[in-house]
């Protein structure tokens, strides 16, 4: 008996081999029996219908080249049989382990850290092919993934890098004696200080909402009224910016939400139409039936714009279309991703369209509507 250490070494190729061959010997050493224990009986009944003496000389000869004729056809064609199903386990072993041993070489590389390598597909069957496909596709999110993570932590660092310096240099300044602690200094210190909290709260928020730890507490309400109650809380800083804001919800619509979560959702979508819309422009909120099962809420603005190429991006966690932008306005880059998880969270969807840079854009958040 084969020992399991040595039974797990094999190759998917030779188990292949094995495997074929004992079941083609098998069907042969089979049809060999069946035809031993049949056939005679079955002969020697002809050669009584023919009228032929089985003792007879003729009948032994006829026995004999029927015998001698049974084994050679036999012999032949199990030959010819186990060669074939040789050379074709063969070369879909030799198809497979390839195959297999690029997916694994593949993993590998992955492993150390290099996700650009792809496999091309075997030609095997929908299967396999299927296999290599979602294999592909994994490595090009791991891609995304691991360049997305080393993005963010760019930009945490640089987020954090110009507050802590601030604080360094103040710091240092009070214990040199050349500043003292006057109301401006004290206030750029606050400053600093709330934008590293604020920071804080923002990476603690994202982490809490993409891994559903954020409670959803739904309840009825009309579409109407979340608008009302969105544009009510921003409508001072809109104000002040001198920026118009309206909003209107067409027909009846009611959604099943949680409205503090959906007005977090809907404050951020308005404080970043506020900080991209020059002062005089205009933001506008939507609220409409997409059909008989959804629910729109579309916050329009006639800003600054957005290039096609960062649209699919900008609910990615610190991502930026203009890092310098976002910066200066005082975004931290996380606030559409805390909007895209928690509307997830409520079984909708949101999308940003704008027609490019200095022609504005628009969010469109989409939630099953109650019927």
Same mark, same amino acid.
């Given at each position: 008996?084969?020992?399991?250490?040595?039974?797990?070494?094999?190759?998917?190729?030779?188990?292949?081999?094995?495997?074929?061959?004992?079941?083609?010997?098998?069907?042969?050493?089979?049809?060999?029996?069946?035809?031993?224990?049949?056939?005679?009986?079955?002969?020697?009944?002809?050669?009584?219908?023919?009228?032929?003496?089985?003792?007879?000389?003729?009948?032994?000869?006829?026995?004999?080249?029927?015998?001698?004729?049974?084994?050679?056809?036999?012999?032949?064609?199990l030959a010819v049989a186990v060669l074939l199903a040789?050379?074709?386990?063969?070369?879909?072993? @030799?198809?497979?382990?390839?195959?297999?041993?690029?997916?694994?070489?593949?993993?590998?590389?992955?492993?150390?850290?290099?996700?650009?390598?792809?496999?091309?597909?075997?030609?095997?069957?929908?299967?396999?092919?299927?296999?290599?496909?979602?294999?592909?596709?994994?490595?090009?999110?791991?891609?995304?993934?691991?360049?997305?993570?080393?993005?963010?932590?760019?930009?945490?660092?640089?987020?954090?890098?110009?507050?802590?310096?601030?604080?360094?240099?103040?710091?240092?300044?009070?214990?040199?004696?050349?500043?003292?602690?006057?109301?401006?200094?004290?206030?750029?210190?606050?400053?600093?200080?709330?934008?590293?909290? @604020?920071?804080?709260?923002?990476?603690?928020?994202?982490?809490?909402?993409?891994?559903?730890?954020?409670?959803?507490?739904?309840?009825?309400?009309?579409?109407?009224?979340?608008?009302?109650?969105?544009?009510?809380?921003?409508?001072?800083?809109?104000?002040?910016?001198?920026?118009?804001?309206?909003?209107?919800?067409?027909?009846?619509?009611?959604?099943?939400?949680?409205?503090?979560?959906?007005?977090?959702?809907?404050?951020?979508?308005?404080?970043?139409?506020?900080?991209?819309?020059?002062?005089?422009?205009?933001?506008?909120?939507?609220?409409?039936?997409?059909?008989?099962?959804?629910?729109?809420?579309?916050?329009?603005?006639?800003?600054?714009?957005?290039?096609?190429?960062?649209?699919?991006?900008?609910?990615?966690r610190f991502y930026r279309a203009d890092a310098a932008?976002?910066?200066?306005?005082?975004?931290?880059?996380i606030g559409l991703t805390i909007t895209r998880a928690?509307?997830?969270?409520?079984?909708?969807?949101?999308?940003?369209?704008?027609?490019?840079?200095?022609?504005?854009?628009?969010?469109?958040?989409?939630?099953?509507?109650?019927?």
């Amino acid at each position: 008996m084969t020992p399991p250490g040595k039974l797990a070494a094999t190759s998917f190729g030779t188990r292949l081999l094995v495997a074929v061959t004992a079941v083609v010997v098998g069907c042969a050493v089979s049809a060999w029996l069946v035809a031993a224990a049949v056939a005679p009986g079955i002969f020697h009944d002809h050669l009584g219908r023919a009228g032929i003496d089985q003792h007879s000389g003729e009948a032994a000869h006829v026995e004999e080249a029927y015998t001698w004729s049974m084994i050679l056809t036999w012999s032949i064609a199990l030959a010819v049989a186990v060669l074939l199903a040789l050379v074709v386990s063969w070369v879909i072993a @030799r198809r497979v382990q390839r195959s297999i041993a690029a997916v694994t070489a593949s993993a590998a590389q992955i492993t150390g850290g290099r996700y650009g390598v792809r496999v091309a597909g075997p030609g095997l069957g929908r299967e396999f092919d299927q296999l290599t496909a979602a294999f592909n596709e994994l490595a090009h999110r791991l891609e995304e993934t691991e360049g997305t993570r080393r993005q963010m932590l760019s930009d945490l660092a640089h987020e954090m890098r110009t507050p802590l310096a601030t604080l360094d240099s103040y710091l240092e300044a009070l214990e040199d004696g050349v500043r003292e602690l006057d109301a401006d200094t004290m206030e750029i210190l606050r400053l600093s200080t709330h934008r590293l909290g @604020r920071l804080a709260r923002d990476i603690t928020a994202v982490s809490r909402a993409e891994e559903g730890r954020d409670r959803i507490a739904a309840v009825s309400i009309p579409a109407a009224e979340l608008i009302d109650t969105a544009i009510r809380s921003v409508q001072e800083r809109y104000d002040d910016k001198a920026v118009a804001l309206s909003g209107h919800a067409r027909g009846a619509a009611i959604v099943f939400v949680d409205p503090d979560r959906m007005g977090q959702v809907l404050g951020n979508l308005l404080d970043n139409a506020l900080r991209h819309t020059p002062t005089g422009g205009a933001v506008t909120v939507t609220g409409r039936m997409a059909d008989s099962h959804h629910v729109e809420i579309i916050v329009a603005d006639n800003g600054e714009g957005i290039a096609p190429d960062h649209l699919e991006h900008l609910f990615d966690r610190f991502y930026r279309a203009d890092a310098a932008r976002d910066r200066r306005h005082g975004g931290s880059g996380i606030g559409l991703t805390i909007t895209r998880a928690l509307v997830e969270a409520h079984g909708g969807t949101v999308s940003a369209y704008s027609d490019g840079p200095s022609r504005g854009a628009a969010f469109t958040v989409r939630l099953p509507a109650i019927e």
